[in-house]
């Protein structure tokens, strides 16, 4: 029986002799769901775009054979490349909103991709747009259907994505980091939805991911990649139970879990270093009013660090901006070593979530750090490039790519810029929001690692935004779980973690992947039946 995907030896070249993928070979037969797993510039996404062909006519060298469906790709004509895209294979990829037209609703960039390979009128493929809307979860179809991209959640943006590809009944799905900027219940919510759908339509799925919870959640098997090369292969269960390689040991390892030691709780004392009373930050005029961050108060203390978990939506950001004062709030009060806070100070910084978005790609690293050192009033450039310096390489980056760009650098080394521009100012607290989130597992040890280092050196404060519930337990001495504007639940994190008072929490904490496959299939069961339970009501 041929095999739904067929690559044999596969190996692309990129220009400047960069090889993304070397002599890779697998099958995949229908029905069944293989996961590339491996950390950022392992060749995983190179892999998956070579089974559509879209490296025909970029100048990239693509050697072996990839056969989709029957299909021989690197020897298909335009027309049966055309087929193939959508028809025999369809793809999911990592941002919808860059795969996605912000001028056109939603409903009818799928009818137009279903009458690229079905002759249908416009009624009948809008008709089956709000079919397949309906089918992955999106509320009243029809009339969302008429919505435009920016309307839609990030993970209702994702749905919208799954539902395109499924609008031709595509035989093999091929899902590239499908939910690595989601909360973790609309991660499972996805999953589930993948699941639900091979289970149901008998088509193939690849899934590439960084994440190796998210693999045992979802897939047969698992094939692990290091330099666009396999490390190891096999039945997902027998892989993630006992991995045979060393490098496949140092990613689960890398894996932040809920059973996983606790960090060392230090000894903190005295009054708080910051603190918010009953903060309140609203958006919006009249009706239209949003409270964003609605009567929080929490006190963070030299040393330690607070967790602020929660979905997207819940305010998390908004309080952390408010928190260093680039957000001014709407009502409540905010006091920094016992005086009130009335504006920004150099002893509170910020490390965002998107480094790319934070950092101007005109200027060189070392003069984004610099920033900080010249609004202090410091003129000695002499003095700024050697105190700079110091900084790259307290953070883990060589010294001398100062005048580096930031499209130079990888997402970690990214990061870690933005950690040395905060440090130097001289911060006593530091707000990171979401600063591992689009961060492979090895990547977000080593960025979590160097913060508690940091921490441990200078005696900072931090307050670690984030929604991924693992990293937050790892990193965190105090945990808040945010919902709505509200603080739901704090307190140290053995306690929140251990016997969570909070359903919200509970539910937060259930939908965080398991490593066990066993265990990934129960819940996914327990989560389907509840979900049933509630549309029978």
């Known amino acids: ?65 990839v056969e989709v469906g029957g299909i021989d790709v690197g020897r298909a004509s335009a027309a049966e490349l055309r087929a193939l895209r959508g028809g025999v294979a369809a793809m999911v990829f990592q941002d919808p ?40 979860g999106i509320p009243d179809a029809a009339r969302r259907s008429r919505s435009r991209p920016h309307e839609f959640s990030g993970g209702m943006r994702q749905r919208a994505l799954i539902a395109m590809a499924l609008a031709c009944e595509p035989r093999l799905l091929i899902a590239d980091e499908p939910t690595t900027a989601l909360d973790v219940t609309v991660q499972a919510q996805i999953l589930d939805l993948l699941h639900e759908l091979r289970r149901e339509t008998g088509m193939g799925l690849l899934l590439v991911t960084h994440d190796v919870g998210v693999a045992a959640e979802s897939v047969d098997d698992v094939l692990v990649m290091r330099a666009g090369r396999e490390v190891e292969r096999g039945p997902v269960r027998d892989v993630l139970a006992a991995p045979s390689e060393p490098y496949t040991r140092t990613l689960l390892t890398a894996v932040p879990r809920l059973d996983g030691p606790l960090r060392e709780r230090p000894r903190t004392g005295g009054e708080p270093l910051l603190e918010a009373v009953d903060l309140r930050r609203e958006f919006g005029r009249g009706k239209a009013r949003v409270a964003a961050v609605d009567g929080v108060s929490l006190a963070v203390r030299a040393g330690e660090t607070l967790g602020i ?107 870690r810029v933005g950690i040395a521009r905060a440090l130097a100012a001289e911060p006593k607290l530091i707000v990171c929001d979401e600063p591992v989130s689009a961060l492979d597992v090895t990547t977000q040890a080593q960025v979590t690692a160097l913060l508690a280092e940091l921490q441990r050196e200078l005696g900072l404060a931090l307050v670690f935004i984030a929604h991924d519930l693992a990293v937050v337990r790892q990193v965190s001495d105090r945990v808040a779980v945010m919902r709505k504007g509200r603080i739901v639940e704090q307190g140290p994190v053995e306690e929140v973690y251990g016997s969570p008072r909070d359903p919200y929490t509970r539910e937060l904490l259930a939908a965080v992947p398991s490593l066990d496959p066993v265990l990934a ?17």
Request: hydrophobic fraction near 35%; avoid cysteine; charged fraction near 30%.
């Open 1 to 65: 029986m041929t095999s739904l995907v067929e690559v044999a030896d596969l190996t692309v070249e990129f220009d400047g002799g960069v090889r993304a993928v070397d002599g890779l070979s697998f099958t995949l037969d229908a029905g069944r769901a293989l996961a590339l797993v491996g950390e950022s510039g392992s060749g995983k996404s190179t892999v998956a775009g070579a089974l559509l062909g879209l490296y025909r006519g970029t100048g990239a060298r693509v050697e072996g054979t």
């Open 97 to 136: 909103l860059s795969s996605l037209d912000p001028y056109i609703g939603i409903g009818d960039q799928i009818a137009e991709v279903y009458r690229i390979h079905h002759p249908a009128s416009r009624r009948a493929a809008h008709a089956r747009a709000v079919e397949v809307l309906d089918r992955v």
């Open 309 to 415: 978990v929660g979905e997207s939506g819940s305010g998390k950001t908004t309080l952390g901006r408010m928190l260093v004062r680039l957000l001014d709030p709407s009502g409540g009060r905010l006091r920094y070593g016992g005086t009130e806070l009335a504006g920004l100070s150099r002893e509170l910084q910020m490390v965002f979530q998107d480094p790319v978005a934070s950092l101007n790609p005109r200027r060189s690293i070392g003069e984004s750090v610099a920033d900080p050192l010249r609004a202090s009033g410091d003129r000695d450039e002499s003095r700024i490039r050697s105190r700079v310096r110091g900084l790259l390489d307290r953070v883990g980056l060589d010294p001398d790519r100062y005048d580096a760009y930031p499209h130079e650098f990888s997402g970690g080394q990214r990061q």
């Open 521 to 537: 299939a129960e819940r996914r069961e327990r989560r389907q039946e509840k979900r049933q339970e509630l549309a029978a009501a």
